[in-house]
Every structure is written in C-alpha cells, then in structure tokens.
C-alpha cells in the first residue's frame, strides 16, 4: 500500500520568496514516482513535476523544484520566487510499480499575498 | 479539443436517481483514470481504464458504481441510486500510456445529491 503524507494545510508566503511545501511517502514497491499537481479555484488539476525513485539528480521545471530525499522518503516542492498565480491547492501524489495509479495526499493550500 | 473534456460540468440530482458522467480523453491517450474529490478533501482513486479494459477496479466505493470505455477512447461513470454521500467533484484524467504517470486532468463534473 501506498500512502502520501502532507502535513501542511495552508502556507502563507509573500509574492517574490521561496516557499517549501513538504511531502513524506510510504511505499514498499523498489520503484516509484512522486508528482506535484497544482490545483487552482477553477478545479483543473495541472502536472507540475515528476521524480523518479532512481534519478539522482533531483528534478527541476522552471521556478519549481523538488527536493527529493529518498533515505526520509520526502519530496518536497520548492516554489522560488512566489507570484500571486501561484495562489491554489497543491497535491503530492505518487505511483507505484506499473504507474497504474496515483495516490494524492490531502493537499497543501498556499496562498501568495502582495 | 486539445485536453480532457468531462460533462456534464454540474449535475445536480435527487437522491435514488442514477447519474451519468462523461469523459472524453486526449486523443491517443491510453491509459484513463477517473479519482472522486469531495469538499476540501484530496483525491481518491476510483477506476482505472487501459485501452477497453479496467485491470484496476478497487476504489469503485459499492456496487452502484461501475464504468465503462468504448473503443478506447469516451469513457462512462454510472453512479446507480444516488445518496448524498455521493456528492463530490469527479475528475478524469488521461495519459498516454500507464507508465509515464503524467496524468491529463479533465475539469471534472461536480455532482450534488439532494
């Protein structure tokens, strides 16, 4: 079984910092994924980034990145340079072996405030 | 159109009715998931297509869901007897095949159970 832990219910961060939302996984398949999905008030959930359990370098895609830490299995995201857009619920989720489904933790709401 | 197309947007029925909820995938996509959100809660999986077939049925909740997909690409979710535990947003999403993980959301259909 999978499980995805997002401890975080709502950050608060101002426009132009960096703000960290964390993520702790629990699997026992050798080979996973962890996803970043963002979900704005319009309801559509957008991909942010993906890693894979065996890449070594940790993933990046423009201001977002993550910082993977497979020994204390989290994947935390890292939004640099905050913009007011960013405001919105975001998902970590992750897929096992067969990637045939994804497992969402309960979400981080942040909000970026002027 | 370019990305997942659900309909209806909202569907507001009473309880004991049966519901139907549509998916249209990408075009090409393979792989179809549909996930169930209730009111600020994360997503939770409910069927996963590949191709025609579900290899993955376990997060339909009870009997009185069931879907189906047809000819690899239009995807139905029949939700039979409604009760208002029922009430959520249900999201569909797709991707190219199963093991990229990068999943195509749709904007989901939000059905409310009077």
């Known amino acids: 079984a999978q499980k995805i832990t997002q401890t975080q219910p709502g950050m608060f961060v101002q426009e132009k910092e960096a703000v960290t939302l964390d993520c702790t996984y629990d699997?026992?398949?050798?080979?996973?994924?962890l996803f970043w999905y963002k979900q704005p008030s319009s309801g559509e959930m957008i991909f942010l980034i993906y890693?894979?359990?065996?890449?070594?370098q940790n993933a990046t895609e423009g201001r977002y990145s993550l910082n993977f830490q497979k020994a204390r299995k989290s994947a935390n995201l890292v939004i640099s340079a905050s913009q007011l857009g960013d405001s919105a619920m975001y998902f970590c989720a992750m897929a096992g072996s067969g990637y045939s489904t994804l497992t969402f933790g309960k979400g981080t709401m942040l909000l970026v405030s002027p | 159109g370019a990305g997942v197309s659900q309909s209806p947007s909202n569907k507001v029925t009473e309880k004991g009715k049966d519901v139907e909820l549509r998916c249209d995938p990408i075009?090409?996509?393979?792989?179809l998931y549909w996930y169930r959100q209730s009111l600020g809660q994360g997503l939770e999986f409910l069927i996963y297509f590949q191709g025609n077939s579900a290899p993955d049925k376990s997060g339909l909740p009870s009997d009185r869901f069931s879907a189906e997909r047809t000819g690899g690409s239009v995807s139905t979710l029949t939700i039979q007897r409604t009760q208002q535990e029922d009430s959520a947003v249900y999201l569909c999403?797709?991707?190219?095949?199963?093991?990229?993980?990068?999943?195509?959301f749709g904007e989901g259909s939000r059905l409310t159970v009077l």
């Open positions: 699997t026992s398949d050798p080979s996973y994924g």
């Open positions: 890693q894979g359990s065996y890449d070594q």
């Open positions: 075009s090409g996509h393979t792989a």
């Open positions: 999403a797709s991707s190219q095949d199963r093991n990229t993980g990068e999943l195509f």
